[in-house]
């Protein structure tokens, strides 16, 4: 089964423009983490935020966690069209060893 | 070491044949995971390897499915008597762990071997 559930499905802004994702969750986590997928291939790690953070930035990422409402949010500032991709959440419940990821947000940013 | 990968890139059977798929992880992790992935969902998991043990199972792999990872190197799935339900990409991933019980590293994950069942 599927945790993570992403929001929008799809997004498509212009180079230049920020665009934010948002996820939402069910259970109590150890930490959340981004995936990009360019299509075709696997997933590559982005960032990882712990259940006690709130905030946390990497380049161009910032990653929100608020564990009262389970929800997470990333954003990417100043997109450039190589940042086309699908973004997944994923969800390291407490106690589990494995991730639980969402459906993914289909980022398209035009040139 | 350049990440984690997986062999073939493709594989199209016909239906009811056996394929095996294989995955190289990095070699100072010692957890090695399979994702399935269908078109427009993310990964679904299948099962996870802490160096040869097999640790855990999802219910979506049924008795046609094998995986096993000898002497806690590579890992190979198996799918015996195929079925067109399972075209999908299959993933593997590598990580570090465990602290404690709980994960707390990020996966690396390979590029994935696409499967189609005609």
């Known amino acids: 089964s599927q945790q993570g559930e992403e929001d929008p499905q799809a997004l498509s802004i212009q180079e230049g423009e920020n665009a934010t994702m948002n996820c939402s969750y069910k259970?109590?986590?150890?930490?959340l983490q981004w995936y990009r997928q360019n299509s075709g291939r696997g997933l590559v790690h982005l960032i990882l935020?712990?259940?006690?953070?709130r905030e946390k930035h990497s380049g161009r990422l910032r990653v929100t966690l608020d564990t009262s409402k389970k929800s997470s949010s990333l954003l990417i500032t100043a997109s450039r069209a190589a940042d086309t991709a699908s973004y997944f959440c994923?969800?390291?419940?407490?106690?589990?060893?494995?991730?639980?990821f969402g459906k993914g947000t289909m980022l398209l940013v035009s040139p | 070491d350049t990440g984690v990968s997986q062999d073939p890139r493709h594989k199209i059977t016909k239906r009811g044949q056996n394929v095996t798929f294989r995955c190289d992880p990095i070699s100072e992790h010692n957890r090695l995971y399979w994702y399935r992935q269908t078109l427009g969902q993310g990964p679904e998991f299948l099962t996870y390897?802490?160096?040869?043990?097999?640790?855990?199972k999802s219910r979506l792999l049924s008795d046609r499915f094998s995986a096993e990872r000898p002497k806690g190197s590579f890992s190979t799935l198996e799918i015996q008597r195929t079925e067109q339900g399972d075209s999908a990409m299959y993933l593997c991933a590598s990580s570090l762990g465990p602290r404690g019980r709980s994960l707390m590293d990020g996966y690396t994950f390979g590029s994935g071997t696409r499967l189609t069942v005609v």
């Open positions: 994923a969800t390291a419940p407490s106690g589990y060893s494995t991730l639980t």
């Open positions: 935020i712990r259940s006690n953070e």
């Open positions: 390897f802490q160096n040869e043990a097999q640790l855990e």
């Open positions: 259970t109590s986590i150890n930490n």
